[in-house]
C-alpha cells in the first residue's frame, strides 16, 4: 500500500518550489524577451498600429500590454508580488485569448492560452520559498 510520510511532505513541498521558480523564469522570462520587449521598442519608437479589442485607442492598450508583459511579468520572474501582478498579466492574456483571437485558429490562440493559464497558477499558487516574496515577508 501506498504510504506518505510527513518527512516526504517536505520533499515535496521543495519539488513544487523548485518547479515554480523554473515556471516563472522560462514563462515569465519568455513574455518579457519576446512578446514584452518588442511592444516596448515599437511604442518607444511611435508606432501606433496595435490590436485594439476592448476599444480603448492603439496607444492605450499598448502601453497596458508594455505594463503587464515587461512590468509585471519582469516582477513575477524575479518572484516579488506575484500573486497580485500575475493578476494584469492574466487579465491582458484573457482578452487576448478569448476576444482577439477568438475566431483565429488554435494555433494563434496557443502561446496566449498558455500564457493566460500560466498567470492564473502564478495569481494562485504564488511564486514558491525561492523567490523575492519568500525573502522580504518570509511567506510562499
Known amino acids: 500500500m501506498f504510504k ?3 518527512s516526504d511532505l517536505d520533499k515535496l513541498s521543495q519539488f513544487q518550489d523548485t518547479a ?5 523564469i522560462v514563462i515569465a522570462g519568455y ?10 521598442q515599437n511604442f518607444m519608437n511611435g ?3 496595435y490590436p485594439d ?11 497596458l500590454m508594455v505594463f503587464t508583459e515587461v512590468g509585471c511579468a519582469s516582477f513575477v520572474l524575479v518572484g516579488l508580488f506575484t500573486r497580485l ?3 494584469p498579466v492574466a487579465f491582458g492574456f484573457t482578452v487576448a485569448v478569448f476576444i482577439h483571437h477568438w475566431s483565429d485558429p488554435f494555433g494563434w490562440k496557443e502561446l496566449p492560452s498558455l500564457y493566460w493559464v500560466s498567470f492564473i497558477a502564478f495569481a ?5 520559498k525561492y523567490s523575492l516574496d519568500y525573502l522580504i515577508f518570509k511567506r510562499k
Open 4 to 6: 506518505v510520510k510527513l
Open 20 to 24: 515554480l521558480l523554473l515556471m516563472r
Open 31 to 40: 513574455l518579457v524577451i519576446n512578446q514584452g520587449w518588442p511592444t516596448f
Open 47 to 49: 508606432v501606433t498600429e
Open 53 to 63: 479589442p476592448l476599444h480603448l485607442g492603439a496607444r492605450t492598450t499598448m502601453a
Open 85 to 87: 501582478l500575475a493578476i
Open 124 to 128: 494562485i499558487l504564488g511564486p514558491g
